[in-house]
């Protein structure tokens, strides 16, 4: 009765302020009245479908007359449709923005400034009430702002199997002796040490990079990024020297080169033949029991068991006393189409899982992402785990340090740079390339380009 | 005297221009080819020449700095020797196998129709639904690695896959799996059409199976031998589907053909549209080039009226 009461107190709220925003100035909010009913369409390359639908079914406690249809799209799919679609003002009324690749210019321009309609909602300070720098990733060269953020998301950190550690005998590495005497001892119970997919053009090993990165020096990786550094630098070839290392001393796998982190990595740890892989945050929904069951059929068990997994912070490889800081950004947000005819009932779906504190706890319950609103936590009770003792204050820990990243991942990395990092460390990876480190750092740095995002 | 003559002298001196009836069955193909395929051509050569992320994002003027990018980029010269090397490998094995299997087709032997089908299925299975198997087979714990070491030579063992001097080749033996097929195909058909007199003169006159396929067979067969070598520098030239799903290109631009180079500047998030365009319009230079010198150098000198006579396949019908 009590949380009913207090979810129709929001939503007036909510309503109130929406309508309130409805007065501000065209150019940056709708003049159209948020609505109570009607129907909207989401396009997105996330969440997935049972996830989204899960928001959805809570958005409709509360506003049971917005009907909201979500469609799911694979990345690239997403790309190639979203762009004919409000082009030719038949897109959705609400879409995915991710801050990385440029995406605020190339669909912001498609989306309606939600600034006003947040300031109403949050109050002047209303970019200070999400995480930080959410907003700013969202925003284009021209200063609009193209979403409201839904959650964050980090990386830059390994998770673990805790039952193979046991069954090893194995302590966590925190250096990267204590990796290479940790991966001995998982060998010789048969099982894969680090996960990892280095193949192809996905851009998961960039995170190893960067990852080493701050270990040898915490500032390189995004001054070389921005154009402050040279990827050839002594840093540069030190960490791509730490990779080759890492390769022949069997932390990383011969078979890194065969395909990408998905699925081969990603399938490696799921069937509890891997002790370790590097994934962000959003692999904290696999420490639920429902959740690591269905990863697990997915990877091909017939039978799962899930396992106990865990963060671990990624090892200070250059025994520099640096550690490994983890790095993050808003993972995406929600615009709303100016050429949408539901901008009413739009506006009050994406404020109510941007801005409410109902909607975000749905996005912090999910545990895939980091709540974008401040002070949003997951309820733990409603959160089941395979095993709550251990994983629930390793996750809540890793949440904390996630919210308190002051480096991003993407957002200041351009695609060009990011696809010249995958190639350097598969030539590093590669046994049958001859040539010297030194040789592919220059290549890295001659084949990137600088970002000027964030400057 | 045709009709439309005869239409145009009855109308009082005054000269009329014949209907053109056939502009409303023409219509129809030439609205749908130049209006949506030539029109996608131009507007691409349009984009070559800005730098454009699509949609309303800004469009900026280039000149020719697209196509000089392309050709001084050694990823761009890398893709087009993995295409000759694919073409050349592709086209031999699937000539050899194409008329290897046809003419042992053509020959009596015991469950011929299971063979067809067996030599002939993976020419309609989709490389998509093969990719996963031809990763499993060729993977550093597959297949491939598995019979070497069962056959005593492990030493041979590696990751194909995911090694710069081996991804071509995986990439070159998919290909080839279904390519065979096609080949068998075709010259199976164009083998049936040869005069089987011909043959029973050659072997009437002393020569063996290896000479009658060299000396009659395979110059019989040369248009279709021609027809594959202009399907498959296309094939090559458009090449995306089995490398991008085997391995995306790489490692380290290693198995890069310019299908998959456009399709990673097109679907990547920075949306390089433009130069994606460039490439694509020396993508279509090099195939109407290179189809036309083809189809030029292997166009057949006008035969003479070949003698009517049983054919292969007259002689295999009426055996049965």
Same mark, same amino acid.
């Given at each position: 009765?009590k949380?009913?009461?207090f979810?129709?107190v929001?939503?007036?709220a909510?309503v109130i302020?929406?309508?309130?925003?409805?007065s501000?100035t065209s150019a940056?909010?709708?003049?159209?009245s $948020?609505?109570t009913?009607?129907e909207v369409?989401?396009?997105?390359?996330?969440?997935?479908t049972p996830?989204?639908?899960k928001?959805?079914?809570?958005?409709?406690?509360?506003f049971?007359?917005?009907?909201?249809t979500y469609?799911n799209y694979e990345n690239?799919d997403?790309?190639?449709?979203?762009?004919?679609?409000?082009?030719?003002?038949?897109?959705p009324?609400i879409y995915d923005?991710?801050?990385?690749g440029?995406?605020?210019?190339?669909?912001?321009?498609?989306?309606l400034?939600?600034?006003s309609?947040?300031?109403?909602?949050?109050g002047?300070?209303?970019q200070?009430?999400?995480?930080?720098?959410y907003?700013?990733e969202?925003t284009?060269?021209?200063?609009?702002v193209?979403a409201?953020?839904l959650g964050?998301m980090?990386a830059?950190f390994l998770?673990?199997?805790?039952n193979i550690?046991?069954?090893?005998?194995a302590?966590?590495?925190?250096?990267y002796?204590?990796?290479?005497t940790a991966?001995q001892?998982?060998?010789?119970?048969?099982?894969t040490?680090?996960?990892m997919g280095a193949g192809?053009?996905?851009?998961f090993p960039t995170e190893?990079?960067?990852s080493?990165?701050?270990?040898v020096?915490p500032?390189?990786f995004?001054?070389?990024?921005?154009?402050k550094?040279k990827?050839?630098?002594p840093q540069g070839?030190e960490?791509l020297?730490?990779?080759k290392k890492?390769s022949d001393?069997g932390?990383?796998?011969?078979n890194?080169?065969?395909?990408?982190?998905y699925p081969l990595?990603n399938?490696?740890?799921m069937k509890g033949d891997?002790?370790m892989?590097q994934m962000?945050?959003?692999?904290?929904?696999y420490?639920?029991?429902?959740s690591?069951?269905?990863?697990?059929?997915?990877a091909?068990?017939?039978?799962p068991q $899930?396992?106990v997994q865990? $963060?671990l912070?990624?090892?200070?490889v250059?025994?520099?006393g640096n550690?490994s800081a983890?790095?993050g950004?808003?993972?995406y947000g929600?615009?709303i189409?100016?050429?949408?005819k539901n901008v009413?009932?739009?506006?009050?779906?994406?404020g109510?899982?941007?801005?409410?504190k109902?909607?975000q706890?749905?996005v912090a319950?999910?545990i895939?992402?980091?709540?974008a609103?401040n002070?949003?936590?997951p309820d733990?009770?409603s959160v089941?785990l395979?095993?709550q003792?251990?994983q629930?204050?390793?996750?809540?820990?890793l949440?904390?340090?996630?919210?308190?990243t002051?480096?991003?991942r993407?957002w200041?990395t351009?695609d060009?740079?990011?696809?010249?990092?995958?190639?350097?460390?598969q030539?590093v990876?590669?046994?049958?390339?001859?040539?010297?480190v030194?040789?592919?750092a220059k290549?890295?740095?001659?084949?990137?380009?600088?970002?000027?995002?964030?400057k | 005297m045709?009709d439309?003559?005869?239409k145009?002298?009855?109308r009082?001196?005054?000269?009329?221009?014949?209907?053109?009836?056939g502009?409303?069955?023409v219509?129809?193909?030439?609205?749908?080819?130049?209006g949506?395929?030539y029109?996608?051509?131009f507007y691409?050569?349009?984009?070559?020449f800005f730098?454009?992320?699509?949609?309303?994002s800004k469009?900026?003027?280039?000149?020719?700095d697209?196509y000089?990018k392309?050709?001084?980029?050694s990823v761009?010269?890398?893709?087009i020797a993995?295409?000759?090397?694919f073409y050349v490998v592709?086209f031999?094995?699937?000539v050899?196998?194409?008329?290897?299997?046809?003419?042992?087709m053509h020959?009596?032997i015991?469950f011929?129709t299971l063979?067809?089908?067996?030599?002939f299925v993976p020419v309609v299975?989709a490389p998509a639904?093969?990719?996963?198997?031809?990763?499993?087979?060729?993977?550093s714990d597959?297949?491939v690695?598995a019979l070497l070491s069962?056959?005593g030579?492990?030493w041979?063992a590696?990751g194909?896959i995911?090694q710069s001097?081996?991804?071509?080749l995986?990439?070159?033996?998919?290909q080839?799996?279904?390519a065979v097929?096609?080949g068998?195909l075709?010259y199976f058909?164009?083998?049936?059409q040869?005069d089987y007199?011909i043959?029973?003169?050659?072997?009437?006159?002393g020569a063996?199976n290896?000479?009658i396929?060299w000396?009659?067979?395979?110059p019989?067969?040369?248009?279709t031998?021609?027809?594959?070598?202009?399907?498959?520098?296309?094939t090559?030239?458009k090449?995306?589907?089995?490398?991008?799903?085997?391995?995306?290109?790489?490692?380290?631009?290693?198995?890069e053909?310019?299908?998959?180079?456009?399709?990673s500047e097109?679907?990547?998030?920075s949306r390089n549209?433009?130069y994606?365009?460039?490439?694509?319009?020396?993508?279509?230079?090099?195939?109407i080039?290179?189809s036309?010198?083809?189809?030029?150098r292997?166009t057949?000198?006008p035969?003479?009226?070949?003698?009517?006579?049983?054919?292969i396949?007259?002689k295999e019908?009426?055996?049965?």
């Open positions: 009765m949380s009913r009461l979810a129709a929001a939503a007036s909510l302020s929406l309508a309130a925003c409805s501000a940056q909010a709708p003049a159209v $948020p609505a009913s009607g369409s989401w396009w997105g390359w996330t969440p997935d996830v989204a639908q928001y959805i079914a809570a958005f409709n406690k509360e049971p007359n917005i009907k909201v469609k690239v997403y790309r190639n449709a979203i762009t004919p679609a409000l082009d030719s003002g038949t897109g009324d923005i991710s801050p990385a440029g995406s605020p210019e190339t669909w912001g321009s498609y989306a400034d939600p600034s309609f947040a300031q109403t909602t949050l002047s300070d209303w200070n009430k999400f995480g930080s720098g907003v700013k969202l284009n060269s021209d200063g609009k193209t409201l953020p964050g980090t830059g998770w673990y199997n805790a550690f046991t069954a090893a005998g302590t966590l590495p925190t250096d002796t204590s990796w290479v991966c001892k998982i060998k010789a119970i048969g099982k040490c680090l996960a192809g053009q996905d851009t190893l990079v960067h080493i990165a701050n270990s020096d500032a390189w995004l001054n070389a990024a921005t154009g550094a990827w050839n630098d070839i960490v020297n730490i990779i890492m001393d932390i990383i796998p011969k890194v080169l065969d395909n990408g982190q990595a399938e490696e740890f891997a002790a892989v962000g945050y959003w692999y904290a929904q420490s639920g029991a429902e690591a069951k269905t990863a697990m059929t997915s091909g068990v017939t039978n $899930p396992f865990m $963060p912070m990624f090892p200070d250059a025994g520099k550690g983890v790095f950004e808003a993972d929600l615009a189409n100016k050429a949408s009413g009932a739009a506006e009050t779906f994406v109510w899982m941007t801005m409410s109902n909607g706890q749905n319950n999910a895939d992402l980091i709540p609103l002070g949003v936590e733990w009770n089941k395979v095993d003792a251990q629930q204050p390793a996750i809540a820990k949440l904390s340090s996630s919210s308190a002051t480096q991003t993407q200041q351009t060009t740079t990011l696809k010249a990092i995958v190639v350097a460390v030539q990876l590669d046994p049958t390339i001859k040539k010297s030194t040789d592919i290549q890295m740095q001659d084949s990137s380009e600088a970002s000027t995002v964030g | 045709t439309v003559a005869v145009t002298r009855l009082g001196g005054r000269k009329v221009h014949p209907q053109p009836g502009l409303r069955w219509a129809p193909g030439f609205v749908l080819s130049v949506l395929i029109y996608c051509i691409s050569g349009f984009l070559s730098s454009w992320r699509g949609g309303a469009m900026t003027f280039l000149g020719l697209n000089t392309a050709f001084a980029s761009f010269w890398s893709s993995h295409t000759l090397i592709v031999a094995v699937q050899v196998g194409g008329v290897f299997f046809a003419a042992a020959s009596k015991l011929a063979y067809k089908v067996i030599i299975i639904i093969m990719a996963p198997a031809h990763i499993q087979v060729w993977s597959g297949t690695n069962d056959l030579m492990g041979l590696q194909w995911g001097s081996t991804s071509l995986v990439v070159t033996m998919a080839c799996w279904g097929g096609f068998f075709l058909a164009s083998m049936g040869i007199e043959l029973e003169a050659a072997r009437i006159d063996g290896l000479r396929l000396s009659i067979i395979l019989n067969v040369k248009a031998t021609i027809s594959l070598a202009i399907l498959n520098f296309i090559a030239l090449l995306f589907d089995n490398p991008w799903l085997l391995t995306q290109g790489g490692p380290a631009h290693s198995s053909f310019l299908g998959t180079m456009i399709y097109v679907s990547g998030q549209l433009g994606a365009s460039a490439l694509s319009m020396i993508l279509l230079v090099i195939a080039a290179v036309v010198v083809m189809n030029t292997g057949e000198r035969t003479r009226k070949r003698r009517r006579g049983r054919t396949a007259d019908t009426q055996d049965v």
